[in-house]
């Protein structure tokens, strides 16, 4: 039998863990014929919601679930894995500023990211707790693994955009393409429709609606997690787990040709983006498994006033944390 891939999975007690970890042991990442061991990391509060979680995973009987640890010490979740799902962190509690919560959050992708250390040879990390994008920055610097194995959730939002343009259009979800999300998950992200394709053609030649495109839909993105939260009382969650598996899966397959995916991944100086910042960005992978990101595509004042705007966000969020950065 193949070996199993080692996945940690963080926040393992949480609501977005609940719908990973079951698709993950089920083969629906890393295929239908790879074992997975799941290395499971949470807090000593949750250890025992924790094992209420293995004890469901083990009555599913995966046939593909070749193991489960269950810790609250990241040296040991972090153990020989290949794959990191890093989801665990303190939500944003009522009143507090998005400096408070990276403030919070900082310090666990300190230890975290010198945990990551301890994985295998190719261990790859992706963020999703929030600030995903500036939480992956703390753990990267604070690691020794390869900058080029850490990126942050953008996919959800990418899905978010691209479901919105098929409906206002009224084509499949699979005919809109090239859908990019620049620089942080956050509502300062910029979904860039000006470069989007449905059916091949360029959204806005589809579309038709100026206004709309520039507005709602524009705020329609960057304002779904609160609407979603407005409207269930709890934080998007299925969609999440989903978009992370999405994300993961974007990663370990070529991209099909002529297309991209959104990945915030650390900035090499492409399109002026500070070196070193998680941004997202166009990511290829190519056939040798590599990514790289999509440069030169164009941008009208109207966008690069976003995208600036979303690079200088993500600039101060790295100035609160500079202590934590080495
Ligand atoms: P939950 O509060 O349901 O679960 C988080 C879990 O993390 C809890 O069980 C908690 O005990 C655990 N945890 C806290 N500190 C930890 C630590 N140091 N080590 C290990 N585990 C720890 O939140 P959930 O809804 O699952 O959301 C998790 C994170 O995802 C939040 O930060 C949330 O803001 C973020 N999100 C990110 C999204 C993205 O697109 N990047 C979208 C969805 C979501 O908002």
């Known amino acids: 039998m193949t070996n199993p891939i080692r996945v940690a999975v963080t926040g393992a007690a949480g609501q977005i863990a609940y719908s990973i970890l079951f698709r993950v042991a089920s083969g629906q990442v890393f295929g239908k014929d790879r074992p997975v061991h799941l290395k ?7 250890m025992k919601a924790l094992q209420g979680v293995a004890m469901e995973l083990a009555d599913c009987a995966f046939p593909l679930l070749a193991g489960m640890d269950l810790t609250d010490k990241a040296d040991e979740a972090f153990d020989g894995i290949n794959w990191a799902f890093m989801v665990g962190a303190k939500p944003r509690g009522p009143g507090m500023e998005r400096g408070d919560l990276i403030k919070e959050n900082g310090p666990i992708f300190v230890g975290q990211g010198r945990a990551l250390n301890r994985g295998a040879n190719d261990v790859r990390a992706m963020v999703v707790g929030n600030p995903c994008n500036t939480n992956c920055l703390i753990a990267m610097k604070n690691s020794d693994v390869p900058k080029d194995r850490f990126s942050a959730m953008m996919r959800l939002d990418q899905n978010r955009a691209q479901s919105l343009l098929a409906e206002k259009s009224g084509q499949p979800v699979t005919a809109v393409t090239n859908m990019a999300i620049w620089g942080n998950h956050s ?34 993105v960057q304002n779904r997690g609160a609407d979603i939260i407005k409207a269930r009382g709890a934080s998007s969650a299925a969609s999440a787990a ?16 002529g297309d991209w995916r959104s990945v915030a991944v650390c900035s090499n100086g492409q399109y002026g983006v500070d070196k070193d910042l998680i941004f997202g960005y166009p990511v290829r992978v190519k056939a040798d498994g590599a990514y790289e990101v999509v440069e030169g595509l164009a941008m009208t004042p109207w966008a690069k006033a976003k995208f600036d705007a979303v690079h200088d966000e993500l600039r101060k969020e790295r100035d609160v944390v500079k202590d934590l950065l080495k």
């Open 242 to 257: 989903n978009a992370a598996l999405d994300h993961v899966r974007d990663l370990i397959q070529p991209t099909p040709a």
């Open 40 to 46: 499971m990391l949470e807090i000593p509060p949750a």
């Open 187 to 220: 509502n300062n992200q910029y979904p860039d429709f000006e470069n989007a394709k449905i059916g091949g053609k360029p959204a806005a030649q589809v579309i038709k609606d100026e206004t709309w495109l520039k507005e709602t839909f524009l705020k329609t």
